[in-house]
């Protein structure tokens, strides 16, 4: 026989169910358990005073001694050992009152009917989905209001080209919105025109054409010589729209992915440096100022820079690297540290000294990664004279 734990993880488990069935008109009631389990013979002439006890502890729950919950179906059974006796066949719910109580819902089923109910006022045209999705409905009781106020605003102003924070909806601010994210994409996904959606897009912001934060563009200008901007203005950060407006007379760009490394970088004739922040350097591949420039890139020696420089060159394809080579690791391999790096696939953009040093790193265990920034200024300069000595965009 069940205990009173099972029955009640039992009714707790059909809660879904009976939430459908619910909003749906399905009967539902009554609820049976139907693999209730039944005493054998010979256990109530071994153990007659634990499965009285069994019987007595399913009684005193039953909406026979509480006025609410399950009802219990007894049979009649009349073995050799133990003589005629009354047992439970099953248990079972007649109604939702009855039920709810049981599984102390009450409550939380009376807020779920007036959230259902205000919802699906307003927009109709979500009845499937909470019919398929009700306990959703319930985890954002406590915002519904304002969760709707959003869907009603996009309803309203489709494509509103307006900042997260700009949105004049009373109450919402931009953690809100993050904080719910995933079920305002789910729903405005349903409530709005398709072509008012960017499916290929995560962001809220690029999903629902809303304004997006730009993208900054931070660079130095290495030369002495420059007129672009006023003399002394060398470190700058513009977004990107205004960045591919410039029209540089320099004809090398120089790219780091440390911080450090791009403000350390020396001062080179005819040459920019560009700061590349690792895979967010990837968002260079608009600028078509930079196609006809020479330009040199500088990651860290591991499978990481590697990739990038990869990615990179599929938007500049006579990117050379900087720095990433067999001889400047084994020189400073003492100064390599080591870490877990997982590549998805094998970067396919590499020259064959490159791909051979990518493919060594990937199989060791230890000093796999020579942090660029550990690389002394002094090589650095040495490269830059050497690569002034032999011409700008030629291999070295």
Same mark, same amino acid.
């Given at each position: 026989?069940?205990?009173?734990?099972?029955?009640?993880?039992?009714?707790?488990?059909?809660?879904?169910?009976?939430?459908?069935?619910?909003?749906?008109?399905?009967?539902?009631?009554?609820?049976?358990?139907?693999?209730?389990?039944?005493?054998?013979?010979?256990?109530?002439?071994?153990?007659?005073?634990?499965?009285?006890?069994?019987?007595?502890?399913?009684?005193?729950?039953?909406?026979?001694?509480?006025?609410?919950?399950?009802?219990?179906?007894?049979?009649?059974?009349?073995?050799?050992?133990?003589?005629?006796?009354?047992?439970?066949?099953?248990?079972?719910?007649?109604?939702? !009152? =009855?039920? &709810?109580?049981? $599984?102390?819902?009450?409550? %939380? @089923? *009376?807020?779920?009917?007036?959230?259902? +109910? #205000?919802? /699906?006022?307003?927009?109709?045209?979500?009845?499937?989905?909470?019919?398929?999705?009700?306990?959703?409905?319930?985890?954002? !009781? =406590?915002? &519904?209001?304002? $969760?709707?106020?959003?869907? %009603? @605003? *996009?309803?309203?102003?489709?494509?509103? +080209? #307006?900042? /997260?924070?700009?949105?004049?909806?009373?109450?919402?601010?931009?953690?809100?919105?993050?904080?719910?994210?995933?079920?305002?994409?789910?729903? &405005?996904?349903? $409530?709005?025109?398709?072509?008012?959606?960017?499916?290929?897009?995560?962001?809220?912001?690029?999903?629902?054409?809303?304004?997006?934060?730009?993208?900054?563009?931070?660079?130095?200008?290495?030369?002495?010589?420059?007129?672009?901007?006023?003399?002394?203005?060398?470190?700058?950060?513009?977004?990107?729209?205004?960045?591919?407006?410039?029209?540089?007379?320099?004809?090398?760009?120089?790219?780091?992915?440390?911080?450090?490394?791009?403000?350390?970088?020396?001062?080179?004739?005819?040459?920019?440096?560009?700061?590349?922040?690792?895979?967010?350097?990837?968002?260079?591949?608009?600028?078509?100022?930079?196609?006809?420039?020479?330009?040199?890139?500088?990651?860290?020696?591991?499978?990481?820079?590697?990739?990038?420089?990869?990615?990179?060159?599929?938007?500049?394809?006579?990117?050379?690297?900087?720095?990433?080579?067999?001889?400047?690791?084994?020189?400073?391999?003492?100064?390599?540290?080591?870490?877990?790096?997982?590549?998805?696939?094998?970067?396919?953009?590499?020259?064959?000294?490159?791909?051979?040093?990518?493919?060594?790193?990937?199989?060791?265990?230890?000093?796999?990664?020579?942090?660029?920034?550990?690389?002394?200024?002094?090589?650095?300069?040495?490269?830059?004279?050497?690569?002034?000595?032999?011409?700008?965009?030629?291999?070295?």
């Amino acid at each position: 026989m069940k205990s009173y734990h099972e029955i009640q993880n039992f009714c707790l488990n059909k809660y879904k169910e009976f939430l459908i069935c619910n909003f749906s008109n399905i009967d539902f009631f009554p609820l049976r358990m139907n693999q209730f389990g039944k005493y054998k013979s010979n256990e109530l002439s071994k153990n007659f005073f634990q499965v009285d006890s069994e019987i007595l502890e399913l009684k005193k729950n039953s909406k026979e001694e509480l006025g609410y919950g399950y009802e219990i179906e007894w049979e009649t059974s009349n073995a050799r050992n133990s003589g005629k006796n009354n047992l439970p066949s099953t248990i079972y719910f007649s109604n939702k !009152s =009855d039920y &709810l109580k049981f $599984i102390d819902k009450e409550n %939380e @089923f *009376f807020i779920l009917e007036e959230d259902a +109910n #205000l919802m /699906l006022e307003k927009f109709p045209e979500l009845n499937t989905w909470f019919l398929e999705n009700p306990s959703k409905l319930i985890s954002i !009781s =406590d915002d &519904l209001e304002k $969760i709707l106020s959003i869907f %009603e @605003f *996009f309803k309203k102003n489709p494509r509103p +080209n #307006l900042y /997260l924070r700009e949105l004049p909806i009373e109450g919402i601010d931009t953690k809100f919105i993050e904080r719910n994210k995933s079920i305002l994409i789910e729903i &405005l996904d349903i $409530i709005l025109d398709s072509d008012n959606i960017l499916l290929s897009e995560d962001s809220i912001e690029k999903r629902y054409y809303l304004k997006t934060k730009p993208i900054l563009i931070r660079f130095r200008i290495l030369s002495d010589n420059y007129s672009l901007f006023p003399k002394g203005v060398r470190d700058i950060s513009i977004p990107i729209s205004e960045f591919k407006t410039l029209v540089f007379s320099e004809k090398n760009v120089f790219i780091t992915e440390n911080l450090i490394n791009f403000l350390s970088f020396p001062n080179q004739e005819d040459s920019i440096i560009i700061c590349g922040g690792g895979y967010s350097v990837l968002n260079l591949n608009q600028l078509e100022n930079l196609q006809d420039k020479e330009i040199y890139y500088w990651g860290d020696i591991d499978m990481n820079g590697f990739d990038i420089l990869s990615k990179f060159r599929e938007f500049f394809p006579t990117t050379k690297s900087f720095l990433m080579d067999t001889i400047t690791y084994q020189y400073y391999s003492h100064l390599a540290v080591s870490t877990n790096i997982s590549i998805k696939s094998i970067p396919n953009n590499l020259t064959r000294d490159e791909f051979e040093l990518f493919d060594f790193l990937s199989k060791k265990q230890t000093g796999n990664r020579l942090e660029q920034e550990k690389i002394p200024f002094d090589c650095v300069k040495e490269k830059l004279i050497h690569l002034h000595t032999i011409g700008y965009g030629k291999s070295f």
